[in-house]
């Protein structure tokens, strides 16, 4: 339930309001907005009067909410939300982001030389997975903590914030100096992860499962929201249908979608929704002209000897190009 307070109320009385509501045992969560504040109510809503909340003179309209996810709909939060690690690396506030960077990160010259060149090429965040999930067992697992070490040190010297993916929340103290906390497809609905991933204070990059819906994908951010951490990036990577051609089938329209039933920033990956390096950038721009707001892109200084995915991944020099048109169509856009 959604109830939408009139202009100009107190503080006093938004606070005995919710004070009301929490003693019917719903959660409260208040947004203020600048020309008005809305009182989302998390929980079992059956021992509220929707007509005497409605009567109250401070109260404009109240309204149930069907979908099942609360706190990542944006009738709770009509803003966007936006995450922000520094002044250069920020997603959701209107322009693109970039995280770019290998599959694995692989060894210290393999992951510095990537993220100089990523970043001259204006990515701002390097991506580079340390823990991988893998099909096979008997192909490249990555370096684990040496890897997430590997990461820092190619932060330090370029600056650019790094993201890297979780597989289970007994590796959490690992990641403590990572600034985005990836959770990968096949860990969508890993949901005691996602409940760990809740109670920590890091933005999270939220993959949709390979075969997921819309909602599904939905209530796993509700799952890391519900839990305390509202910093949650959603991910659309391609979906399982049964074309062949592609890797995965890139849901186009979840982007729209997800960015008009939530406030969450939507970032998408062409790598792996097409495993194709000629269709990363025709991806990317149909991403940036659906809404989206951020790209992930696998980038390798020599992909031909990658230890995971180098043949989705871009050379150095085919990202500069495609990051040249990503950044035209935007300013094109004019948004
Ligand atoms: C990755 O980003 O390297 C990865 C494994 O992605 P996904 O979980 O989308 O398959
Ligand atoms: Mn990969």
Same mark, same amino acid.
């Given at each position: 339930?959604?109830?939408?307070?009139?202009?100009?109320? #107190?503080?006093?009385?938004?606070?005995e309001? #919710?004070a009301?509501l929490e003693?019917k045992?719903?959660?409260v969560?208040t947004?203020?907005?600048t020309s008005k504040t809305?009182?989302?109510?998390i929980g079992d809503?059956?021992?509220i009067?929707?007509e #005497?909340?409605?009567?109250?003179d401070?109260?404009?309209?109240?309204?149930?909410?069907?979908?099942?996810y609360?706190k990542? @709909?944006r009738k709770f %939060?009509?803003d966007n939300?936006?995450i922000?690690?520094n002044e250069?690396?920020?997603i959701?506030d209107?322009?693109?982001?970039?995280i770019?960077?290998?599959?694995?990160?692989?060894?210290?010259?393999?992951?510095?030389?990537v993220?100089?060149?990523?970043?001259a090429?204006?990515?701002?965040?390097l991506?580079?997975?340390?823990?991988?999930?893998r099909?096979?067992?008997y192909?490249?697992?990555?370096?684990?903590?040496?890897?997430?070490?590997?990461?820092i040190?190619a932060r330090k010297?370029?600056?650019?914030?790094?993201v890297?993916e979780?597989? #289970?929340?007994?590796?959490?103290?690992?990641f403590?100096e990572?600034?985005?906390?990836?959770?990968?497809?096949? @860990?969508m609905?890993?949901?005691?992860?996602?409940?760990?991933?809740?109670?920590?204070?890091?933005?999270?990059?939220?993959?949709r499962?390979?075969?997921n819906t819309?909602e599904e994908?939905?209530?796993?951010a509700?799952y890391?929201?519900?839990?305390?951490?509202?910093?949650?990036?959603?991910c659309?990577?391609?979906?399982?249908?049964f074309?062949t051609y592609?890797?995965?089938?890139?849901d186009?329209s979840?982007?729209?979608i997800?960015?008009?039933?939530? %406030?969450?920033?939507?970032?998408v990956?062409?790598?792996h929704?097409?495993?194709?390096p000629?269709l990363v950038?025709?991806l990317?721009l149909?991403?940036?002209?659906?809404?989206?707001?951020?790209l992930?892109?696998e980038? %390798?200084?020599?992909?031909?000897?990658?230890l995971s995915?180098g043949?989705?991944?871009l050379?150095?020099?085919?990202f500069?190009?495609?990051?040249?048109s990503?950044?035209?169509?935007?300013?094109a856009?004019?948004?």
């Amino acid at each position: 339930m959604i109830i939408v307070l009139k202009q100009g109320v #107190s503080q006093q009385k938004i606070e005995e309001l #919710s004070a009301h509501l929490e003693s019917k045992g719903v959660k409260v969560n208040t947004w203020f907005g600048t020309s008005k504040t809305v009182l989302g109510l998390i929980g079992d809503t059956s021992g509220i009067d929707i007509e #005497s909340i409605a009567a109250q003179d401070i109260v404009e309209t109240v309204k149930r909410v069907q979908e099942p996810y609360k706190k990542a @709909n944006r009738k709770f %939060h009509p803003d966007n939300s936006v995450i922000k690690i520094n002044e250069n690396a920020v997603i959701g506030d209107g322009s693109i982001a970039i995280i770019a960077g290998p599959c694995s990160v692989e060894n210290k010259e393999q992951i510095c030389a990537v993220a100089q060149k990523v970043k001259a090429s204006g990515a701002t965040f390097l991506r580079g997975g340390a823990f991988k999930p893998r099909t096979s067992p008997y192909t490249f697992q990555g370096l684990r903590a040496e890897g997430i070490e590997l990461l820092i040190e190619a932060r330090k010297m370029t600056g650019l914030p790094i993201v890297t993916e979780i597989m #289970s929340p007994t590796h959490l103290d690992q990641f403590e100096e990572v600034d985005i906390i990836q959770v990968g497809a096949r @860990n969508m609905q890993n949901f005691e992860l996602l409940k760990e991933l809740g109670r920590i204070k890091k933005p999270i990059l939220l993959k949709r499962g390979l075969a997921n819906t819309i909602e599904e994908f939905l209530m796993s951010a509700e799952y890391i929201m519900s839990g305390g951490n509202e910093q949650v990036i959603l991910c659309e990577r391609g979906i399982r249908t049964f074309e062949t051609y592609t890797r995965n089938t890139l849901d186009i329209s979840a982007v729209p979608i997800l960015k008009r039933l939530s %406030h969450l920033p939507v970032v998408v990956d062409p790598s792996h929704a097409s495993g194709i390096p000629w269709l990363v950038e025709p991806l990317s721009l149909a991403a940036v002209a659906a809404g989206a707001d951020g790209l992930i892109i696998e980038v %390798h200084n020599d992909p031909q000897k990658a230890l995971s995915d180098g043949a989705q991944s871009l050379t150095p020099d085919a990202f500069d190009k495609i990051a040249k048109s990503i950044f035209s169509l935007k300013k094109a856009l004019g948004s």
